[in-house]
């Protein structure tokens, strides 16, 4: 069961820190950019990290969420009926944070990530971390927000795991490169990373489906958006155990009803229900067919139990 949708991220070349009302014209530009997505039939806008202050010779400004950045952007998710991923330096009862803002398609909050790890440069200007890794419903899947230096901490990415995120807009001030793939693989969630020079959109198994350096657009005066169409049904699954139970799923309902695709190097296979009106948590679900979240899980708790004196073959 397709359950599709395109995601847009933004890459887009900043104005000079002295050009005058500099947060306005970039709004402006920010806007043009999400008309483009827009004609791309996008569902989601994602830009980068501190995206309205992002080249400023002082890019640590904050605003409150009613605030000039929000106020434009929601107006222009409603405009074009998208979700939108604006990261900002905010300000939230008198604590600053660097801060990610999801807006809906009616533009409103839906919810704001705060940074959970920033710098020390940030954490010497008086930037407050976040403690929480949200996940929110959208009408095409679950999606988390994550910032830059995040992406070196197991932990944020286990929680996005927990909260069962099916993507993570990333936004950054590098490209993460490797570090994108293995908290796909080890977490099973799509990741859209958005860079002041680079977009990039990594699937399930840690695959990249497309890396667009903005020197393109640069040299080509093209449009800094990349647009990736992806499926949230999808899942990742370690092949341990799973053979077999496949193996009934495919004899009771016929060799097309689902999509695997086997990764034997890394013992990985992505699947997905190709059978009308079933989801393949349904199949999952039906056929105890176990994902690589749960594998993963599942051998860390047994771990526990075995060093307590505890675990026996029944406990597993």
């Known amino acids: 069961m397709d359950r599709e949708a395109t995601i847009s991220l933004v890459s887009f070349p900043t104005l000079s820190s002295d050009e005058p009302d500099r947060l306005n014209k970039t709004l402006t530009k920010m806007g043009q950019y999400i008309d483009h997505a827009a004609e791309l039939k996008s569902d989601m806008v994602a830009f980068p990290e501190i995206c309205n202050y992002l080249g400023d010779k002082d890019p ?25 991923v604006c990261p900002l330096g905010t300000i939230e009862n008198g604590n600053r944070y660097n801060s990610s803002v999801l807006l809906n398609r009616d533009g409103q909050i839906v919810g704001v ?42 932990e944020v990415g286990a929680q996005l795991c927990q909260n069962e995120a099916e993507l993570v807009i990333w936004s950054s001030m590098w490209q993460g490169q490797r570090m994108l793939t293995k908290w796909a693989i080890e ?45 949230f049904d999808r899942r990742l699954l370690h092949h ?3 053979i077999s139970r496949l193996q009934k799923l495919y004899q009771k309902y016929g060799s097309t009803a689902a999509y695997c695709e086997w990764l034997p190097q890394e013992c990985l296979i992505v699947f997905a229900s190709q059978l009308p009106n079933v989801s393949s948590d349904d199949l999952i679900e039906e056929f105890n067919i176990e994902s690589m979240r749960d594998y993963l899980a599942r051998v860390r708790r047994d771990r526990q139990l075995a060093l307590n004196g505890e675990y026996s073959a029944k406990s597993s």
Not at 60 to 84: C, I, R
Request: glycine letters at 8%; proline letters at 5%.
């Open 187 to 231: 977490f099973g969630f799509y990741i859209g990373a958005t860079y002041s020079r680079q977009s990039t959109f990594v699937d399930i198994a840690g695959r990249e489906i497309v890396a667009v350096n903005r020197n393109i657009s640069d040299a080509t005066g093209s449009s800094p958006v990349t647009s990736a169409k992806l499926d």
């Open 60 to 84: 640590w400004q904050f605003e409150p969420l009613d605030g000039p950045t929000v106020t434009a952007m929601s107006q222009k998710a409603k405009e074009h009926n998208l979700y939108l």
């Open 240 to 242: 341990d155990e799973n």
């Open 113 to 154: 990530y705060h940074k959970n790890f920033p710098t020390h440069g940030e954490l010497d200007i008086g930037i407050v971390p976040g403690t929480e890794t949200p996940v929110f419903e959208t009408d095409f899947g679950r999606v988390g927000l994550s910032i830059c230096f995040d992406i070196n901490y197991w």
